[in-house]
């Protein structure tokens, strides 16, 4: 199957779709040794595809997962004090799946997981950006606590940016963040008075855990796993 040049460019990485077509318009492409100058060229992948002179190859196909993680689970690949970790729950042909981010011990909801580590490490780094957003249970609050977090705080000397939080009813918050400190919405909120008694994730950017059971891994489909990838690129 034939793809166009560009599209074949940003599926190994080098660049966005836009970005490839430039370089292939500034003369920086070639194919089995002669350069191409226009975005209008279709390769079918046996060819040898060099961009400023190195030859570049297809990526694996990235697999991006989502799991429903349980309470009373380690985002870890073994814990030293012998507690149950997510490989002990997954399935063992899930072992080698790196997971994005972390959920702390008592936390549960969506963890994503993929064999991709260049796109875990995207994913979790603050410098992105990406919203996460959680359902805090709390035994009480009220708006004035709450806009201490929602202008940011600063706590034993480290600083959390304001969080986005939305009250649900008299227990439940929802609260949305884009930095991914350890444990920064059960800190945030047990320094304004009101410690969180259960935490939830339900989302992570763009993915959304939806109805997925506890316990559950799910594979995304490839098109959304390409906009997360996309959105990536776009970010740089």
Known sequence: MSIRLSKFIADCGVASRRGAEDLINSGLVSVNGEIVNTPVFFVNGDEKVCVKGKEIKPRIETELY???????????????????????????????????????????GLLLLTNNGDLARQLSLPSNHIPRTYIANVKSYNEKQLDIARRGVIVDGIKYRPMKIQAIDEHNLKIIVDEGKKNEIRIVLRHIGSPVLKL??????????G?????????????????VLKKLLESK
């Open 66 to 108: 989502m799991f429903h993680k349980p309470i009373d689970t380690m985002t870890t690949t073994k814990d030293p004090m012998g507690r149950k970790t997510i490989y002990d729950v997954l399935d063992k042909k899930y072992k080698n799946l790196k997971y994005i981010g972390r959920l702390d011990f008592k936390t549960s």
């Open 200 to 209: 939830h994730r339900v989302s992570y950017g763009d993915i959304n855990l």
């Open 211 to 227: 109805n997925l059971e506890k316990e559950k891994i799910l594979k995304i489909d490839t098109k959304k796993v390409d906009l």
